[in-house]
């Protein structure tokens, strides 16, 4: 066998990789095999406690709900045993008390007074206890007042017998009216669908009741059961998260009259962020729901539970309608309760959605090439900035005077800069800078200024002789005849 699985897998894994080299898909897999579920469809729980050691005292010490949450035929046993042990055991006691008086063998004797009358032997004994147990009181065998052992016992026989009969009883009563059985005739679909609802991926499932007593005060929760392992390290094998089903709008609160749809939207604060029709061919998780309500003809709380699989959960799918108008009434088909149909759905998880839809936004493309033009422009003054000082100094006193093509593509720059944040500013500013012939001049006249604001600055700052050559004899009618008067001697 081992040798024919190894043929097998070297075939498979051929037959794969030639698959893939002719641009063919490869064979699909096996179907993986049934996982063990840790709530079962009719929604009993998969968990077993063992090696309890010393703690399976704590199960007598609170006897009577161990009794009540046993099955049936354990309850039965336990009940008829306890009546034929304790009907024995006071039966014997009053043949023993004959016995020690003697009665047995006086039992004909009309001149003789028994503690018992008409008890000679164990059956008459067990058939006196019986009629005095269940008060039925025949009138032939009766106690007499010569026998106070008697009359203690009798008084015994009374309280335990009260006490067996409540327990026992008690126990009986709890155990028929628990509301389990009222969990059966509450549905839930054979699988849960995801699809689009209101444009958002959500994952669906059906519930419904099938008996025209309401379910009072119905309430729903969904816990997701998923593995997952910790920064630190630590696994968790059954990690429980919420998965929210309308508890912060209300809708987890049901009116179950009619089979109902119970949404839970995927967005960014889901368990399900991630998850993608793709991504569900190699997940693990399990859906536990709980439904609890108040039985409306006893007045006792019910809960009936169900589970859904990664395997149960049907992507691109909705349930059919079950509801329709009839003549004066709603009629429910239950035929079609877990019957589901395709619909277009989108494979991607929503994260990838959102992912898609932000790389696809326009208004992120200008922004991203007016940053790419600004960084190129301010590249290149700086590639310019760099050549200007490499430059020997007589060459950059001569190109000193090219400083102003460079100024005036820095202006420029930060014009086309402010053109391309146009669209930034608030209405306002746009309106005003939209006015046709203001913009123009506006920006003519304030390059000009400061076209000539740095000139004049950088020209101040200069030697007086560098100045004489930089046609520095605009700033010289600004001067006193004095200063004039030295300059023009200190250049003679």
Not at 261 to 268: A, G, L, P
Request: charged share 25%.
């Amino acid at each position: 066998m081992s040798a024919l699985r190894r043929k097998l897998g070297d075939e498979y894994q051929v037959v794969s990789t030639s698959a893939s080299a002719a641009g063919l898909p490869p064979p699909r897999a096996a179907p993986r095999g049934k996982r063990q579920r840790f709530v079962d469809k009719n929604g009993r729980c998969n968990v077993q406690h063992g090696n309890l050691g010393g703690e399976t005292s704590r199960y007598l010490s609170d006897l009577f709900t161990t009794l009540v949450d046993l099955k049936w035929r354990w309850n039965l046993f336990i009940f008829i045993l306890t009546y034929t042990v304790a009907w024995l055991f006071m039966a014997s006691m009053w043949w023993v008390i004959a016995y020690m008086r003697g009665d047995l063998n006086k039992a004909h004797d009309d001149s003789y007074t028994p503690c018992v009358a008409n008890v000679y032997n164990f059956p008459s004994a067990f058939l006196f206890f019986i009629e005095t147990e269940a008060t039925i009181g025949y009138g032939y065998r009766y106690i007499t007042d010569k026998c106070p052992e008697g009359i203690i016992l009798f008084l015994f026989q009374s309280i335990l017998g009260s006490i067996v009969d409540a327990f026992l009883i008690g126990c009986m009563f709890i155990k028929m009216s628990q509301p389990k059985k009222r969990a059966e005739t509450l549905m839930f679909s054979e699988h849960a669908a995801i699809s689009m609802r209101d444009g958002k991926l959500t994952l669906m499932f059906r519930v419904g009741n099938l008996r025209n007593s309401h379910m009072v005060s119905a309430q729903i929760r969904c816990k997701l059961l998923k593995s997952r392992q910790t920064p630190e390290g630590e696994f968790l094998p059954l990690d429980q998260l919420e998965l929210d089903v309308g508890f912060s709008t209300g809708a987890d609160q049901l009116f179950l009259v009619s089979p109902l749809t119970i949404c839970h939207v995927i967005d960014s604060k889901s368990p399900f962020y991630e998850l993608s029709q793709r991504s569900m061919q190699s997940e693990q998780f399990e859906i536990v729901v709980i439904l609890e309500g108040i039985v409306e003809t006893t007045g006792m709380t019910c809960q009936a539970r169900t589970s859904y699989t990664e395997d149960e959960v049907l992507w691109g799918h909705r349930f059919f309608p079950v509801i329709s108008l009839e003549e004066g009434f709603f009629k429910v088909d239950y035929s079609q309760f877990h019957a589901t149909f395709e619909v277009p759905t989108p494979p991607y998880s929503v994260k990838e959605q959102e992912e898609m839809l932000l790389m696809s936004s326009p208004l992120i493309a200008p922004a991203v090439g007016n940053s790419k033009e600004r960084n190129s422009s301010v590249e290149c003054l700086d590639g310019l900035d760099e050549v200007g000082t490499k430059l020997p100094s007589k060459l950059q006193k001569i190109t000193g005077r090219e400083d102003f093509p460079k100024k005036l593509l820095r202006m420029s720059s930060t014009t086309s800069e402010k053109a391309y944040s146009m669209g930034d500013l608030p209405m306002k500013l746009q309106r005003i800078s939209s006015v046709p012939g203001n913009s123009e001049e506006k920006l003519g006249s304030k390059t000009t200024k400061m076209m000539s604001d740095p000139m004049s600055q950088s020209v101040a700052e200069l030697p007086p002789k560098l100045q004489k050559l930089s046609g520095g004899g605009r700033m010289e009618g600004n001067l006193p005849p004095k200063l004039r008067k030295m300059n023009s001697d200190r250049f003679t």
